[in-house]
């Protein structure tokens, strides 16, 4: 088994996928969106991590 991740865009969950890339489409562009994964390991702990959108190269862990 492998980790399952949830892709969340202002809270809407996009849907569940094994994979760990996921492409968000139909972005406006100067619009700030809320970006949320969800992870969830094969012995069934997770993660929630939030990226920020004022520094798009930073996530931020919430909670495990």
């Not at 969106?33 to 702990?45: E, H, N, P, S």
């Amino acid at each position: 088994e492998t980790n399952i991740y949830e892709y969340y865009l202002d809270n809407v969950s996009q849907g569940k996928s094994n994979d760990s890339t996921h492409l968000f489409s139909n972005l406006l562009d100067g619009r700030e969106y809320t970006l949320k994964v969800a992870v969830t390991d094969k012995a069934g702990r997770g993660a929630l991590l939030l990226i920020n959108n004022q520094h798009p190269n930073c996530m931020d862990r919430i909670g495990v």
